[in-house]
């Protein structure tokens, strides 16, 4: 795995275009033009804790860059088999009226703790300012406002998912369906108007394919979730094919949540990003540390707190617990801190 995080801003400026604030009136300013003013309706953000993180996923540094891809698919695809083997996961899933694809398992994993390869975004600006400050120690040292080294930010990720070079998982479903046309007509001269219809009927149930085939879409297992609808659902068209994809659980419903699923072992998103139809212009918005308290405390009177993020009702913590028992590679179960979310 290449290195954690970055060593200065002018190494991380190679990735994102940055942005820096350093007064309560600064930010303000910019939450208040994210929330109405429309250019930045098709925006997503992520929360860092620490302006030096690279974006990985969870399970990209849980494993810590020892594995190679196909050990690496291999671990995901087991745990992803755990589940599918928990008979309470599963009634859960029916009673929720969901699918019960790869993607939707590894969503539910994401959003209980366990390591994926699903990089969590939020649609909304306030809520990656609490992901952001989320400190698990909550402590909350004194910054030398005058201390402009990295070390001293948190940042905020942000890139615009109706960006023409965004590559999302719609893009990838439009290729695969092309891909499919392909080999249908092939099939067809081939074997026999029997195989007519093939590329329709696969494309119904693109998001049922197994881990081990979305880890070859994109860009080495890149891509998004874009048409984000009411609870968890997303739906687009190809051509005149419509699909729908639900990936509904009370926790990435409140945090109106969006992922980024990166199949890669070892790279982290804004690396691979780069290759993206000739690179995904991404943001980043650097904030000094001596803000942070100030910002808890005008989250924690919006109500936007732990708890509420993080809902601690008999639900979810029966599907930790599960996920816990689960034979599931320990490097990827749910861990023992209060602290679901890692960044």
Known sequence: MPTLDYTDFSEKRSYFTSYFIHTFDELCSFVKCVCFDSNF?????????????????SAQLRTKGELNQEAYVSKIKSAIQAVRNS??????????????????????????????????????ILNALFFATDRCENTQGTVDINDNSINSYISILAF????????????????????????ESIAEETHGPQYRGLARTTLGS???????????LGN????????????GIYQ??????????????????????????????????ETLAQHWHGGTKNYCINIHKS???????????????????????????????????????ESL?????SCIMEQ
């Open 160 to 183: 615009d998912l109706d960006d023409p070079n965004h590559v999302s998982i719609e893009e990838s479903n439009a290729v695969d369906a092309d891909r499919l046309r392909y080999f």
């Open 87 to 124: 008979e309470f996961i599963m009634n859960y899933l029916d009673n929720q009226s969901c699918d019960k694809s790869d993607l939707q398992i590894l969503a539910l994993m994401q959003h209980y703790g366990c390591g994926t390869p699903i990089i969590d975004y939020t649609t909304s």
């Open 220 to 231: 080495g297992g890149l891509f998004s979730v874009k048409c984000r609808m009411s609870d």
């Open 291 to 329: 803000l942070e308290k100030g910002i808890k405390q005008c989250l924690y009177r919006l109500g936007i707190t732990t708890d509420y993020i993080y809902p601690k009702t008999e639900l979810s913590k029966k599907i930790i617990e599960e996920l816990r028992s689960l034979p599931i590679s």
């Open 236 to 269: 687009f068209c190809v051509g005149e094919t419509e699909v729908k994809y639900d990936i509904s659980n009370e926790r990435v419903d409140i945090q109106e949540g969006v992922f980024i699923f990166n199949a890669n072992c070892s790279e982290p998103y």
């Open 206 to 216: 693109f998001f049922s394919l197994p881990f081990d085939e979305l880890s070859n």
């Open 41 to 57: 309706s098709s925006f997503v953000f992520r929360g860092m804790k620490e302006a030096k993180y690279k974006c990985y996923s």
């Open 333 to 337: 179960k749910p861990k023992k801190s």
